[in-house]
């Protein structure tokens, strides 16, 4: 076994003087570097921490998507009702355009002259009031065809369809014989909180009368 040096006997003559006077031998350097973290662990941890932290984040679950749109209204048997506009082919429910905005619904026929009257003031209702039209044929011998070619030449841009033999009993059933008699001018409010009323039988409305009729 060999002999320790000088520096090495100083060393150990200093660690006993120290644990004799009841001081803690101060750790030698090599320990502590084992004791603490080096960067690279450190920032290891941290990163590690750091990834723990952002999936708990990705793996908590989104909102609920919010709906966009209100459903349709189904309150009254009539907003089931479903039509073809005759110039566009689509598909439309009363209780649709009556979740939207307020709808006024006008029984017509192409020769009836009582009927272009008030539409040509719907016209200019449009510039008062934000609501939806819908001019529906109640003639049985006017083809969708025609009435599409009527609507275009009057400059009609809402909605235009066909009654069928079944709509019309069932208008007929709820408001009366007059609903289907075109020259009475006949108008249905569809309301957006799911009332429905027929209004203006027999009167020509103005512009502002409509307007004011559905609540603009």
């Known amino acids: ?28 350097a090599a320990a502590a570097s084992a004791a603490a973290p080096t960067p690279t662990v450190m920032e290891s941890m941290g990163s590690d921490a750091s990834a723990s932290s952002g999936d708990s984040v990705a793996g908590s679950p989104s909102p609920s998507p919010q709906p966009t ?68 044929d109640v003639e049985p011998g006017e083809q969708p065809a025609e009435l599409a070619a009527y609507a275009e030449r009057e400059g009609f841009d809402w909605y235009f369809a066909k009654a069928d033999a079944q709509l019309a009993a069932q208008l007929r059933e709820r408001f009366g014989t007059a609903v289907i008699v075109p020259p009475g001018m006949p108008k249905i409010l569809f309301r957006t909180d799911g009332s429905i009323e027929f209004i203006g039988l027999g009167e020509l409305y103005s512009a502002q009368q409509v307007a004011d009729a559905v609540g603009g």
């Open 69 to 136: 749109g209100g459903e349709a209204l189904t309150s009254d048997p009539l907003h089931g009702v479903t039509l073809t506009d005759v110039r566009s082919g689509e598909e439309i429910t009363l209780g649709e355009l009556a979740a939207e905005k307020p709808l006024l619904l006008e029984t017509m026929a192409i020769w009836c002259t009582n009927c272009r009257a008030q539409q040509h003031n719907v016209v200019a209702a449009h510039e008062l009031a934000d609501f939806h039209s819908l001019s529906l």
């Open 1 to 28: 076994m060999s002999r320790p040096t000088a520096p090495g006997l100083l060393a150990i003559v200093l660690a006993l003087a120290g644990c004799s006077a009841g001081e803690p031998a101060l750790p030698s």
